[in-house]
């Protein structure tokens, strides 16, 4: 059984991943690093915390120490999912995710080149993101030969990551696979995204923003959808070779705050359109037709049936939600934890 290393393992989709792996017995070991950003939450694993199976590591990509601790754990598989994801805060610093998703992807890239010399059959799996494609007009799909168009510094950065990935493949002979994902949506999931923005605000009768008219396009996807999408590709994937994930369910934004309003019960007068985001995508849709036909993956959760557990998560988890947006996590961490947890440049 393989020994995996995860990248972000704290953050929305590393920590289902974590979860799910030791829940399914995926792997013998495994090894979570994150710099625990904003977005990285410890206790999205409370769960495995005691396992002795698993350990975490408290690293910035961008430190001196990647190469060692890559050495030290020797992992059979590394999952990479560490990166500065939001567009909007892209806009706002493009360089945090130049640096984050670029050079920290090139450095860990760089660690398991030195480990593959004495680690034969090392695999490294890069999780990407639909919108390097671009953006799509009313019809058409995303294929894994659609040729890139960022139009962010988030999908810029993500796409040069890929690219860095398959060059790695082609270069040094790394076992490399991208696997790239529409929206995800689900339990523990970071408040700034709309789904869980949504939600939050609904519950606590304040205006939801949403861009533009509401018009533009996203095909959602489930996590834990995701998650078993990523294991059939760590089993079954090819090396130098890209897989999309999606949902097959394709919604405007305004559908879906209309979906959670009329879910919580709350009227649509909560809904304020504000200005639209600046090279705001208009619509996604990935198709998937290679990971149905040589991974034997589908979708399995329809969107409303997803989208009512993710309500009911939130519903049930105020102290997780009101703790990040108050600002009081760390106060939140050692109440729960009973120990106090320093972040860089945060105490």
């Known amino acids: 059984m393989a020994k995996y290393l995860i990248t972000g393992g704290a953050g929305f989709i590393g920590s289902h991943f974590c979860r799910m792996a030791l829940k399914q017995n995926w792997c013998e070991s495994l090894v979570n690093i994150d710099a625990l ?3 990285g939450n410890l206790h999205n694993l409370k769960e495995i915390q005691a396992d002795p199976r698993y350990r975490f590591v408290h690293l910035d990509l961008n430190s001196g120490d ?3 601790i890559v050495k030290e754990t020797e992992p059979d598989v590394i999952i990479h999912f560490a990166a500065e994801s939001h567009v909007d805060r892209s806009i706002e610093d493009p360089g945090l995710f130049l640096k984050t998703n670029i050079i920290g992807t090139f450095n860990l890239l760089n660690a398991a080149k030195n480990l ?11 999780v990407s993101t639909d919108e390097v494609y671009g953006s799509l007009e009313a019809t058409g799909q995303f294929f894994e030969e659609t040729p890139f168009a960022p139009r962010s510094p988030y999908s810029v950065s993500k796409a040069s990551a890929d690219m860095l990935a398959t060059a790695y493949h082609h270069t040094f002979n790394l076992q490399t696979m991208v696997v790239r994902c529409s929206n995800n949506y689900g339990p523990n999931q970071f408040p700034e995204k709309l789904i869980p923005q949504s939600i939050i605000f609904a519950l606590q009768d304040r205006s939801i923003p949403v861009y533009g008219k509401g018009t533009n396009v996203r095909d959602w996807i489930y996590v834990e959808d995701f998650v ?11 090396s130098g070779e890209a897989y999309n994930f999606g949902g097959r369910s394709e919604c405007s934004n305004i559908e879906v705050v209309e979906m959670i309003l009329a879910s919580l019960k709350k009227p649509s007068s909560l809904i304020q359109f504000v200005k639209d985001r600046k090279g705001h995508d208009f619509r996604y849709s990935m198709n998937f037709d290679k990971a149905e036909r040589e991974l ?3 979708p399995t959760v329809k969107f409303e049936t997803g989208l009512k557990e993710t309500i009911k998560w939130y519903q049930s988890n105020l102290v997780w939600w009101e703790a990040i947006t108050s600002g009081e996590y760390l106060k939140f961490y050692e109440r729960n934890y009973g120990e106090k947890l320093v972040l860089k440049g945060r105490s």
Do not use: E, H, P
């Open 37 to 39: 950003t904003y977005a």
């Open 66 to 68: 990647v190469d060692s």
């Open 116 to 126: 593959q010399t004495s680690k034969k059959g090392l695999r490294f799996v890069m």
């Open 228 to 238: 078993a999408g990523i294991q059939t590709v760590i089993a079954r994937g090819k």
């Open 296 to 298: 034997n993956w589908r």
